[in-house]
C-alpha cells in the first residue's frame, strides 16, 4: 500500500493537470524524486519552484532549471548555484538567456562548465548565421549533408559516422553537433549547408558544391 501511495503521488506531481491544492501538499513530501517531478511540472506555482531551486538535492534544483515556465531571477540564482552538476546542466540549456550563457562560459570554479556553455553559444551562433542567411533546414537532410562532408574532404567518413551518432542521440541537428563538438569552425559549417541548400534548390550542381567546399578547406 504504501508503495502504490508513493507512485501515486509520483504521478501527481509531474502531471501538469493536478490541482495546485494538491501539488501544495506534495511539496511536504522529502523523497527527492516526487520532488523533482514537482520541479519538472509547469503545473507547479512560480513560489514552489523558487522554493525548490533551493532544494538540498542537485537533481532536484536542475529540475526547476529544465522546467519551461520557470522566472528569470531563479534561473539568475541556479546559474551561480554551488553545485557543479547544476551549473553544467545548464551549461547546456539552448533555451538559456544568452547573458546567463556568458556568464557560464566564464564560471570562475570550473573548465568542464566554462567549455560546456561555450559550445553551447557557438551551437546559438550558428543557428542565427543560418537564421540570417535566410537558411531553411529541411527534414531528412542530415545524411546529405554529412555525405556532402566527406566528398568535399573536409570530414573523414568515420568522423562523419560519429557525429551522425551523436547527433541521433542528442536529437540535435547534425550542424549543430559538429559545432558542439568542435569538429569544425562555424564559418565551415555555415558554408556547407548553404551548398546543401544551393543543390537542393538546383542553383548549383553536386560537383560544383563539392569543388566550392574543397576551395574553402584550402583557405
Known amino acids: 500500500m504504501i508503495q502504490m501511495a508513493v507512485h501515486e503521488n509520483y504521478l501527481k506531481a509531474g502531471n501538469p493537470e493536478t490541482p495546485v ?51 528569470r531571477e531563479i534561473l539568475e540564482q541556479l546559474v551561480k548555484d554551488e553545485s557543479v552538476y547544476v551549473r553544467f546542466a545548464l551549461a547546456g540549456q539552448y533555451t538559456l538567456p544568452l547573458e546567463l550563457l556568458e556568464f557560464l562560459a566564464n564560471d570562475d570554479d570550473n573548465p568542464y562548465v566554462r567549455d560546456h556553455a561555450s559550445r553551447t553559444l557557438e551551437g546559438l551562433f550558428l543557428e542565427r548565421s543560418l537564421t540570417e542567411a535566410n537558411f531553411v533546414q529541411v527534414a531528412g537532410e542530415t545524411e546529405k549533408l554529412g555525405e ?3 566528398e568535399s574532404g573536409i570530414i573523414s567518413k568515420d568522423n562523419i559516422e560519429e557525429l551522425l551518432r551523436i547527433s541521433r542521440e542528442r536529437e540535435i541537428p547534425l550542424g549543430r553537433a559538429i559545432v ?17 541548400e544551393k543543390i537542393r534548390e538546383h542553383q548549383c550542381t553536386r560537383q560544383e558544391a563539392v569543388d566550392e567546399l574543397r576551395l574553402l578547406l584550402q583557405r
Not at 558542439?180 to 546543401?196: D, E, H, I, W
Open 148 to 150: 556532402l562532408l566527406v
Open 21 to 71: 491544492t494538491e501539488l501544495r501538499k506534495l511539496f511536504s513530501d522529502r523523497d527527492h524524486k516526487i520532488r523533482r517531478r514537482l520541479a519538472e511540472n509547469p503545473g507547479t506555482p512560480e513560489d514552489l519552484l523558487r522554493d525548490l531551486s533551493s532544494d538540498d538535492n542537485p537533481e532536484v534544483r536542475i529540475a526547476v532549471a529544465e522546467n519551461p515556465q520557470v522566472l
Open 180 to 196: 558542439q563538438t568542435r569538429a569544425l569552425p562555424r564559418n565551415k559549417v555555415v558554408a556547407a549547408l548553404k551548398a546543401q
